[in-house]
């Protein structure tokens, strides 16, 4: 049999005996009570991009899905599979949720795939697929001139997360949401080297350092 990795276990148990404790009774409310987050975070699978340990929050507090690239699909109710889909669905129908954060990062390896154009990452291509869907029919991606490989990169990182924004929209329960006033959507960006964090400023379309104070 396989053994359960050891340093989780270890985790668990510094959680239980110390951070379990402290949050006892919150736990207790929110397996009685349910969950009533107010926000929701699209995130990207990379595990240094944790929106919990970025935003210091705890149980209860987020609504997450995470996926390769933090990217939010065009509305497209057909009879396939849809998960970023089904959870932006319960977050904004069911929790009534006021916020959506659409969180983009430096060093993103989707992103670095998709400007190399490199061969398929998997047999089966669920990369590649994946990303495609960051594009729009005939648009092509390409890098400016004098444009450093880095600037390229973090451009595009910074472009899936207008995309992603852009593609909520699409999505008719979302559109009534903010149109009513009920909810807004926003847009970040983690550095990883230096934990910093940029915020979506909509009206210059320019993404400014957070007060970290």
């Known amino acids: 049999m ?9 985790g668990y148990r510094a959680f239980a005996t110390q951070r379990l404790p402290t949050e006892q009774t919150r736990y207790r409310d929110l397996s009685v009570k349910g969950q009533s987050p107010e926000v929701m975070v699209i995130g990207c699978c990379d595990s240094r991009v944790s929106p919990e340990v970025i935003f210091d929050v ?13 990217l939010v699909p065009v509305y ?3 009879g396939n599979a849809h998960g970023v889909s089904a959870a932006l669905e319960y977050a904004v129908t069911v929790l009534k949720v006021k916020h959506i954060v659409v969180l983009g990062h430096a060093q993103c390896g989707g992103i670095r795939a998709f400007v190399d154009k490199i061969e398929p990452l998997t047999p089966g291509d ?6 495609q869907m960051f594009i729009k029919p005939g648009e092509v991606v390409e890098q400016r001139e004098r444009e450093t490989m880095a600037q390229f990169v973090e451009r595009i990182e910074k472009a899936a997360v207008f995309r992603s924004l852009e593609n909520l929209m699409t999505f008719p329960f979302v559109q009534k949401a903010v149109d009513s006033g009920q909810m807004q959507t926003h847009g970040a960006y983690f550095g ?13 379309k320019e993404f400014k350092r957070a007060n970290g104070e």
């Open 2 to 10: 396989t053994a359960f990795p050891e340093h989780l276990l270890e």
């Open 58 to 70: 705890g149980p209860g507090e987020l609504f997450v899905v995470r996926n390769i690239a933090n």
């Open 76 to 78: 497209q109710p057909d």
């Open 126 to 131: 669920f990369i590649g697929k994946w990303m």
């Open 192 to 204: 990883v080297a230096e934990g910093s964090l940029f915020v979506l400023d909509k009206a210059s």
